[in-house]
């Protein structure tokens, strides 16, 4: 049972370039939910797509946006990047309506840096 | 506003020896709680959870964790550390009592483990 599998693992861009990070959940699950966890801190909330659907967004700008396809895979994409942008982004897949109390499986991470 | 504090940055402990790690959370209603745990290169993994009813749980890898109410606390614990413990726990929190469904996360605590 493949868990939740993100490209690419590493990736570098320079300043005002745009990325596009993917994202393929757990089998069976239908909600996707994307982190930013800079060295040395915890993962922080970017947004949660179900149903198509960006539900709830946490404090980043429109610099980024998201899309899930009817397959439950998502991509997120990043534009102008900037310096601060360099961090893992970390896909998580769970399952419901209500993904509160719903257990998060995360995958491995795709490292970006910004030159 | 709900938060997730994990006061130890660091903790360093011998191989063998007792583990605890420290977990407050400010949240008004009683939360979902979480631990993972993170190795170098790696996702989060789920360690153990807390939804309701006996206020100590189990986990993988011979991890437990006690909620207490009155202290707004989660400490995770292991009775004997082995060496593959070293890794980055976070305590989590979820959902939020804007009736959201993000899981929000501690800064973590990094454990190395001695020989």
């Known amino acids: 049972d493949a868990g939740v599998t993100q490209s690419p693992t590493h990736l570098i861009k320079t300043r005002g370039q745009q990325v596009t990070l993917r994202c393929s959940p757990k089998?069976?699950?239908?909600?996707v939910s994307w982190y930013q966890q800079a060295l040395g801190q915890g993962p922080q909330f970017i947004f949660q797509?179900?149903?198509?659907?960006?539900?709830q967004r946490g404090n980043f700008p429109d610099r980024f946006s998201g899309h899930q396809f009817p397959n439950y895979s998502s991509e997120l994409n990043v534009n102008a990047l900037l310096l601060g942008d360099s961090a893992l982004y970390l896909c998580?897949?769970?399952?419901?309506?209500?993904?509160?109390?719903?257990?998060?499986?995360f995958g491995a991470g795709s490292r970006l840096t910004v030159l | 506003a709900q938060s997730v504090t994990q006061p130890d940055i660091h903790i360093t402990v011998s191989e063998g020896a007792s583990l605890e790690l420290r977990c407050n959370y400010s949240y008004g209603a009683t939360p979902y709680l979480f631990w993972y745990v993170q190795s170098p290169g790696q996702g989060l993994q789920l360690l153990l959870k807390y939804f309701s009813g006996d206020t100590l749980v189990q986990g993988i890898k011979g991890f437990e964790a006690e909620f207490k109410r009155s202290q707004s606390s989660f400490n995770l614990r292991k009775p004997s550390v082995h060496w593959s413990d070293a890794a980055e726990y976070f305590c989590?929190?979820?959902?939020?009592?804007?009736?959201?469904?993000?899981?929000?996360f501690g800064a973590g605590t990094r454990l190395f483990v001695k020989a």
């Open positions: 989590a929190v979820g959902p939020l009592e804007d009736g959201g469904f993000k899981t929000i």
């Open positions: 797509y179900y149903e198509e659907e960006e539900r």
């Open positions: 089998s069976g699950h239908d909600t």
């Open positions: 998580a897949s769970s399952l419901g309506r209500f993904s509160g109390a719903n257990v998060l499986t």
